[in-house]
């Protein structure tokens, strides 16, 4: 084992979960509970800050809400 490989498989780990809320998310707009879809990408973005999608999906949530002032935090 390298030195590397737990960090490495952490961040994989961290992507994973982070793709899951987003894909979770999606689902919720689609069917129109913002607020829940809201969590999801918030929990993707808290799980791998550096993984943009998510923000850009709630970004779009809080357009769609016209919450102008979270939206331009996005």
């Known amino acids: 084992m390298y030195p590397n490989d737990s960090a ?3 961040a ?3 992507l994973i979960k982070a793709k ?3 894909d979770q998310g999606n689902k919720l707009k689609e069917q129109g509970l ?3 879809s809201i969590a999801h990408y918030q929990k993707a ?9 998510p ?4 970004g779009g949530v809080y357009e769609t809400q016209a919450n102008w002032s ?5």
């Open 20 to 22: 899951t809320d987003l």
């Open 34 to 36: 913002l607020e829940k």
């Open 55 to 58: 923000l850009h999906s709630l």
């Open 12 to 14: 994989g780990n961290a």
């Open 8 to 10: 490495v498989s952490k």
């Open 70 to 74: 979270e939206a331009a935090k996005c």
């Open 45 to 53: 973005i808290a799980t791998k800050p550096d993984y943009i999608q």
